[in-house]
Structures are given as C-alpha cells and as structure tokens.
C-alpha cells in the first residue's frame, strides 16, 4: 500500500491537485520544459532564510508562476497559495540539515521543508518531475493516468473485500438469532471489514493526489464505503471483552464503548500478516489467543441488532441492552420485560419485539432459501 506520509504531507498535496491553480502552473512550467523551487508560506520564518530577489505581493496566477520560474531563484507564495510574495529569492537553510537529495534545488527544498513548517514544491527540468517536501517526507507526484489505474486496481480489490464482509454480517446476522455464534464467525466479518478500511485509505491518498480528475473514482468509494464504519463499531459493542474491574470502574457502558474504539484502534494497527492470522484478530477483541477460542461460542450483545430495527433511538438501546445483558435474553423478553425498560412504554415493546421477530423471520428464510 502507499504511504503519502501522514496529514501534512496531505495537506500539500492537496494545493498541487489537477484543478487548482498551482498545479495549472506547475503544469505550465513542465510544459515549458524549465524548472522551479517553490515555498508555499511567507511568514517570519520563511522571510528570516530569505535573501535576493524581490518583493511582487501580487494575485496568483499559473501565467504569472510560470513567468516567474524562468529566473533561477524560489518564488515565495502565501500560505493558501492565493498570491506570490517574493521571487528570484535565494534560501540560505542550514548546511547542517541533514539531506539525502543531489541536486542543488531539491537539496535546498529538502533542508526548508526539514526545518520550517511549509510545503516545498520542486519542479525538475531534467527529470520532467513535480516533487513535494514536507517535514521529513516527500512525494513526487504521478502521472494521473497511472494514478487512476492503481486507484482502478484498488477499487477492484475493495469490491471483492467489501463483497466479502458483506456476506459475514449476512452470516452472523442468521447465527445470531440461533444464537449459535463463534468467535470464527465474528473475525470472519472483521478481516475484511478492516481490510475494507486500509485500502481505502490508500484510495484518499490517490484522492487527494487526483483532485477533480478523481470525482468518479470518490463516488465509487462513498458507496463502497457507505454503512461500513457503523457496522464494524456495532459488531465491536457487540463482542469486545470489558475487563471486569473497567466495567466496575464505570457502569459498564462507557467502558463499553471505549473497549470497542480501542479494539478497533488495535485491529488496525495489526501488521498485514497479522491481519490474515484469525487469533490476532480475536485478541484484539479481547476474546483470547488460544487455538481454541476460535470455536468457542459468544454471544451478542444486541446492539447491531436492535439498530436494525425502526425508530428505535440510541437510548432506548442502551437501556434495553443494559438491562438483559445479551441479544438472546433480549429476544426471550416478554412484552411485559421490554416494558419495565425506562422509556419504553407498551407501543414501544410491541415495537421491538415484533421487529426482532421479522429479523429472525427474514434470517431463517435467507439461510434456507
């Protein structure tokens, strides 16, 4: 998967995407076939490393960026890159900031963007390269039909993830109601889930890059995508594992839900390899990393469950799942049960009771249809 170095390196990148006006300059300074060092910010402290050239303070413009880079020296810009400040600048950084770059301006840029907290752009006059600084980190960007290509290629493995997951909740889904649910079955819905989730976080990254060349591309995974949060965190309250002495500490539910986010925090820091191993997943629940545990039974809580089911607001779920515990003792309450719940008065119970009976109704006819 590619890394694109973390928020600020985003954030640069998201000033030199097709569509906006940066990145019509830097296009324009390619095309001529010259070369250009950049700084987008122009505050003190990019002013203090600054010497030469002369001050414009003028409206940005691709023509005037493009103009400007036939002179050797750094084109200072405002921080929102909206006009240009400076050019033929000469940046003096640090000769003791490390640097792994060759050339003259890339090694320049490299030791700015180590020491000061602004995007550096350098546009490469042999190689025909747009390369973006920033901290430690930089990018050199892509050709966009490369990048729709492998953001095409990721999409495509996302549908087969996605497709995936969506058949493990349909599965625990009908087990649930049996209550005949393993941990195998609840990894089984988060592997894919998760895998879901990094890819597509490889695709912002291709986003963020392509700007309005990705529109087609976003909306295919803001579908893809739709639903998929809310249901991993609901399977996560459903099953994670409170210690006994956090659940003392706080009532239980807020501990609950912590547990869940830090569950789900440990599922996506698991390495790829660990990822594909069911035991690590099952510990990162809390549910153990013996063999065996793997075909042990476990039961729902009932929250995804209950959030299946029509206006039926979050409070009334926390109580309802509060006061029986788990989704089989849920379902086996009687009306008269449900309607001891704070909240829940008898239209209400009939409510839910009918409604988990449809869900039960509709899990039974999907497995054996």
């Keep these: 998967m590619v890394d694109h170095g973390g928020e600020p390196l985003i954030e640069a990148l998201s000033l030199v995407a097709p569509g906006t006006p940066l990145r019509d300059g830097l296009d324009r300074i390619l095309q001529a076939k010259r070369g250009a060092l950049v700084v987008v910010g122009d505050d003190p402290v990019v002013l203090s490393i600054c010497t030469g050239g002369f001050l414009l303070d003028a409206e940005f413009s691709p023509q005037r960026l493009s103009e400007l880079a036939k002179m050797d020296g750094a084109i200072i810009l405002a921080a929102d890159a909206s006009r240009i400040a400076r050019a033929n600048v000469h940046l003096v950084p640090k000769a003791s900031i490390p640097t792994s770059e060759t050339g003259t301006r890339h090694r320049t840029a490299e030791r700015v963007a180590r020491s000061i907290d602004v995007p550096v752009v350098t546009v490469s006059e042999a190689m025909a390269t747009v390369t973006v600084f920033r901290h430690a980190r930089k990018h050199t960007l892509q050709r966009t039909g490369r990048l729709i290509d492998r953001a095409a290629q990721a999409i495509s493995t996302v549908q087969r993830f996605k497709t995936r997951f969506d058949f493990a909740l349909a599965s625990l889904s009908t087990l649930e109601v049996e209550d005949a649910v393993s941990v195998r079955d609840v990894v089984a819905v988060l592997q894919p889930g998760e895998m879901v989730v990094r890819f597509a976080e490889e695709i912002d990254g291709y986003l963020v890059e392509l700007g309005e060349d990705g529109r087609l591309i976003r909306m295919q995974m803001e579908e893809l995508e739709a639903g998929l949060d809310e249901a991993l965190r609901l399977v996560a309250m459903d099953y994670a594992v409170v210690p006994a002495a956090g659940r003392a500490a706080s009532g239980g539910r807020a501990e609950l839900g912590r547990r869940a986010e830090a569950a789900l925090g440990a599922l996506h820091s698991l390495p790829y390899d660990d990822l594909l191993d069911p035991l690590r997943v099952a510990a990162a629940l809390g549910l153990g990393s013996d063999p065996a545990v793997l075909d042990s039974s476990v039961e729902a809580r009932g929250y995804r469950m209950l959030h299946r089911l029509p206006r039926v607001s979050d409070l009334i779920i926390e109580r309802i799942v509060a006061r029986f515990d788990t989704l089989p003792q849920i379902m086996a309450a009687s009306?008269?049960?449900?309607?001891?719940?704070?909240?829940?008065?008898?239209?209400?119970?009939?409510?839910?009771?009918?409604?988990?009976?449809?869900?039960?109704?509709?899990?039974?006819?999907?497995?054996?249809?």
């Design 335 to 369: 009306l008269g049960d449900l309607e001891k719940v704070g909240g829940v008065g008898g239209a209400k119970a009939r409510s839910v009771k009918n409604g988990l009976a449809r869900l039960v109704e509709a899990s039974i006819l999907e497995r054996y249809d």
